[in-house]
């Protein structure tokens, strides 16, 4: 059975603060896929990453970045230097059967 | 292309009715997922077809629901009779599996009153 956790339900940052949004998956799959999206307020599911099982390469785009470790199966993101457009709910999700954690809520105040 | 295609937008509907919810895939992507989200349940697969085939419906959640495919251009979600509870906004997505990320339709917000 494949399985993902967002422990966090909500975080609350102020401007500028660095933020990192967890994420834990379960898979018997040696092959698989990780996915980042987020949701803003108009609720639309917007990508943001996806990584193979096989790449373990932390990434970096822009403001965000993404800790890849297979040996914690872990796929956490960071957003560096929030602004308040970040504002939404962050989901991580797992291949073949794209399933999603219950979802981040980020909140950022000016 | 235009992305995931959902209709409607919107569908407001009395408890017992039948709904139909429809979704057009994105051409030459293999696989189709129904999905239903609520603020108590989160985001719930509902529905996995690959290749147009049913593989995954666990989470359907009871009878009242089903899905199909007939083709790889078009699926159906259909809920008879409705009821309150199924309120919720209903999200599409298609995928090449192994190849791409999944691409997410606007959703359908429906409203059982």
């Known amino acids: 059975a494949q399985k993902v956790t967002q422990a966090q339900t909500e975080i609350s940052v102020v401007e500028k603060e660095d933020v990192t949004l967890d994420c834990v998956y379960e898979t018997r799959d040696t092959t698989y896929y990780l996915f980042w999206y987020k949701q803003p307020p108009s609720g639309e599911l917007v990508f943001l990453i996806r990584?193979?099982?096989?790449?373990?390469q932390n990434e970096i785009s822009g403001r965000y970045s993404w800790n890849f470790q297979k040996s914690t199966s872990s796929f956490n993101f960071t957003i560096t230097a929030s602004q308040v457009v970040d504002s939404a709910v962050y989901f991580c999700?797992?291949?073949?059967?794209?399933?999603f954690g219950t979802g981040t809520r980020l909140l950022v105040s000016p | 292309d235009a992305g995931v295609i959902q209709s409607p937008r919107h569908e407001v509907t009395e408890m017992g009715q039948e709904v139909t919810l429809r979704c057009k895939p994105i051409?030459?992507?293999?696989?189709l997922f129904w999905y239903r989200q609520t603020m108590m349940r989160g985001l719930e697969l509902l529905i996995y077809?690959?290749?147009?085939?049913?593989?995954?419906d666990s989470g359907m959640p009871e009878d009242r629901f089903s899905a199909k495919m007939p083709n790889a251009s078009f699926s159906t979600l259909k809920i008879q009779p409705s009821e309150p509870r199924d309120s919720a906004v209903y999200f599409c997505a298609s995928i090449i599996q192994g190849i791409s990320e999944a691409f997410f339709g606007q959703g359908t917000r429906l409203t059982v009153v």
């Open positions: 990584r193979n099982s096989f790449d373990e």
């Open positions: 051409s030459g992507h293999n696989s």
């Open positions: 077809f690959n290749n147009n085939v049913p593989i995954d």
């Open positions: 999700a797992l291949s073949d059967l794209l399933v």
